[in-house]
């Protein structure tokens, strides 16, 4: 019974044109939105500071994705990236399970409503994107996101930092070749991306050479809630 609501709320989502996974933003202006995740389980990760202070120092707009454990185990870093225009802080769930699809409803809901609340507690700020762990979601699991008021934003293709032999120089040369206008950039900022703080200047400074421009989720996505 409880699959046959999750397909028909699945279905009356996508009539109402709302049951949608973001992959891109809608635009074919020469924009990007460099994403980077913050994830953390069962050890305390910290933040990649040699990614946020180059970013930072240049007020290159970014958008984090972060899970409540990383968001609570790096308050200062938090409140303070919080205080700036071009910085957004957004869910990634608590504790990065990798299939939420497995959990029940109550558990979906309570790992993006603990979050949420754990980063208004940390910014006054709500988040309104949500990015499913590992990119895997079903429709029950969409649904409830969704349900909840959130926009949920993955992405079109990844370099694949955590990988350690994903050099920066292969990062840098893969981001040129395979970006596109309105392209939604995805990297690690909790330790997991190995060679993506020796990466980011290329990046950044080579997409601006083709006449990129960085821009917030926000600018371009309509929060929900």
């Not at 707009?61 to 802080?89: C, H, W």
Request: charged fraction near 25%; hydrophobic fraction near 40%.
């Amino acid at each position: 019974m409880k699959q046959i609501i999750a397909a028909l709320l699945y279905c009356l989502l996508t009539v109402a044109g709302r049951a949608e996974v973001v992959m891109r933003l809608p635009t074919s202006e020469r924009v990007v939105a460099l994403t980077l995740d913050a994830c953390e389980q069962d050890h305390p990760n910290k933040l990649d500071r040699s990614i946020t202070d180059y970013l930072v120092a240049r007020r290159i707009p970014f958008t984090i994705f972060l899970s409540g454990r990383f968001a609570q185990d790096n308050a200062e870093a938090v409140k303070e990236l919080s205080a700036l225009p071009f910085v957004e802080l957004e869910n990634h769930s608590w504790d990065h399970p990798m299939r939420m699809q497995d959990l029940s409803d109550s558990g979906v809901r309570e790992q993006l409503s603990k979050t949420d609340d754990e980063v208004f507690r940390l910014t006054g700020k709500r988040t309104a994107f949500f990015r499913f762990p590992a990119t895997t979601y079903n429709a029950r699991t969409l649904a409830l996101a969704e349900e909840m008021g959130f926009v949920v934003v993955h992405y079109r293709w990844e370099v694949g930092d955590p990988d350690p032999h994903e050099s920066a120089p292969r990062m840098v040369r893969e981001t040129m070749e395979g970006t596109r206008p309105g392209d939604i950039l995805i990297h690690h900022v909790n330790g997991r991306g190995w060679h993506s703080g020796a990466a980011m200047p290329g990046i950044v400074e080579g997409l601006q050479s083709h006449g990129y421009r960085f821009v917030l989720l926000r600018d371009y996505l309509k929060p929900r809630r």
